[in-house]
Nanobody, 126 residues
Framework: QVRLVESGGGSVQAGASLRLSCTGFGFPLDDRDMGWYRRAPGNEYDECEL??????????HFADSWKGRGTMSRDNGKDRVYLELNSLKPEDTAMYFC?????????????????WGQGTQVTVSS
């Protein structure tokens, strides 16, 4: 069964850091672009915004609000990708989703990603 499973979310104070993990089951993650998206409280199910993406050549792209605060990486041996979030703010509170594109497909919009995890909640208090 092909699926993505996220972990590492939690409730933290402003200024803290978290490291989110995404593990792939049933398919490799090292041969496709990967992305992290988030959905803020109150948003509709399909209203997700990009946090970061990582292409197969190692190029990362971050949303402007995350530049300088985030790192995205992958561990090919474990079929896992990571998203490190630093200097967290209350407005970062959201459900964070891992997404995998089909091989050979790249992009930054949610429509470019074929597989999605169930999400991991990040809550930041002031």
């Amino acid at each position: 069964q092909v699926r993505l499973v996220e972990s590492g979310g939690g409730s933290v104070q402003a200024g803290a850091s978290l490291r989110l993990s995404c593990t792939g089951f049933g398919f490799p993650l090292d041969d496709r672009d990967m992305g992290w998206y988030r959905r803020a409280p109150g948003n509709e199910y399909d209203e997700c915004e990009l946090v970061a993406s990582l292409s197969t050549d190692g190029t990362t792209h971050f949303a402007d609000s995350w530049k300088g605060r985030g790192t995205m990486s992958r561990d090919n041996g474990k079929d896992r990708v990571y998203l490190e979030l630093n200097s967290l703010k209350p407005e970062d509170t959201a459900m964070y989703f891992c997404a995998a594109a089909l091989r050979g497909v790249g992009g930054l919009s949610p429509q470019d990603y074929a597989y999605w995890g169930q999400g991991t909640q990040v809550t930041v208090s002031s």
